[in-house]
């Protein structure tokens, strides 16, 4: 468990821009797919609007490079949502097409005008992909959320990306997340924070311990709140979540009329090289690897998020999305099988749950489907942190049995509904 422990590692964020092919699936957290609005061999300008909906909670996408559209497809996202994909072969390191100054004291802003200019500029949340928690989509609602919480540090314990940015620009995620507050309307402003990180923001804070998964969303708002309130589903209604990056793109948005075009991620290899980078969205992944002198090889994994609640991407070239957070490379050698092998009764799964649930009895229900005597071993008290894998003897992959049975008790929640 000695790996578990968060760690602050800081480096410069490095920035990778090179020519080439982006891929954009026009999706993003918290909204639905996009209407692609520039057409096949179109020149497009670094900055220009390229995808966009009529839905007000759905923000805007942006071209990360000058250019031209090269294809138009439609690509299968991370969530499994058929999306409109504009790829566009083009220079991603000159000037910025951006968006008209707004013209006034950002402190007069009305609610509506900083969601209109979040929207325009494509601020929808970055990151989450890979970290089950759901993060806000940043519409206002009639009935407001009571806090809007700002990650600033990073749940897994490699992934370093959100506390790069804040060290970076403090002064920025601190405007933006104020400004996303007035957004959404949000009572409260909470900045979650690793105890080194207090003195970098201002106003109110929870801090996460040292250990995973003390900095789990859930958790953290667990924490805040003094109460678990996961029985009317997810996401949470009363909080909105959202990371450092977000707050950075919203004070961006809003003071230059920057839109999103690129992505902070953490890059690693086998848990034990990770550094920070900037990438232009839709760089693909082997892209990015290759620009650290690294090579996906047949059989090696590669994954998004981070190593307990990340998920494994079979295509090497997939595209960095707003959503990506973490990258890593599992080299084939590295790699050890999970298998169906029987629960010995050894009681670490147990031991680790911080939600204490009786894992083995929860899990053995999941495999087989028993969806109702899995709910009465506390199913829907799980926040899928991966701990119980992690120390699993048997090796089962209990996280899969978790997450499939979740996937089962809401499909026969749909069918129950519209029976
Ligand atoms: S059952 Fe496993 S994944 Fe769920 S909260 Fe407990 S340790 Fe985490
Ligand atoms: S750690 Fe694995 S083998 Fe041990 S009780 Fe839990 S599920 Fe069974």
Known sequence: MKRLIYKSVMSEIQEFAGTGRFVLPLSQVGGVPLEACVGMDAKVERGQCIGRSDAPENAFFHSPAAGRVAALSTRVTYEGI???TVEIEGDPSGAVETLQPIGQDIAELAAETIRERLREAGVSPLGGNGTNAVYASLRAEEDPPEM???????????????????REAPEKVIEGATLLQKAVGAGRLVFAVS?????????????MGRRYPSGHPELLMARATGAYRLDDGRPRKDIYLI????????????????????????????GDLAVVVRVPLGTPFSKVFGQMGLAVEDRDRVFTGGPLMGV???DPDAPVTKGTDGLFLQKAATLFGY????????????????MKIPVNMMTRNCEFGRIDEALAYDLESCIECG?????????????????FAKKEQEKAELARQSA
Do not use: W
């Not at 809007?148 to 804040?166: G, I, K, Y």
């Not at 298998?339 to 911080?354: F, N, R, S």
């Not at 701990?387 to 997450?403: D, E, F, G, H, K």
């Open 312 to 314: 494994a991407e079979f």
């Open 82 to 84: 058929a999306a409109a």
């Open 339 to 354: 298998e169906d092998a029987p629960c010995i009764g050894c009681g670490q799964c147990i031991k680790v749950c911080p």
């Open 148 to 166: 809007l919480m700002v990650l600033c540090a990073d749940p897994e314990p490699l992934l370093q990306t959100q506390r790069h940015v804040l």
């Open 195 to 207: 105890g080194d990180q207090k003195s970098l923001v201002s106003g109110e804070t929870v801090e």
């Open 243 to 270: 990371n450092a990056e977000t707050a950075m793109a919203a004070c961006r948005a809003v003071r230059e009329g920057m839109p999103v075009l690129d992505k902070t991620l953490t890059v690693g290899r086998d």
């Open 387 to 403: 701990l119980c894998a992690y120390v699993c003897t048997s090796r089962r992959p209990l996280l899969q049995y978790i997450q």
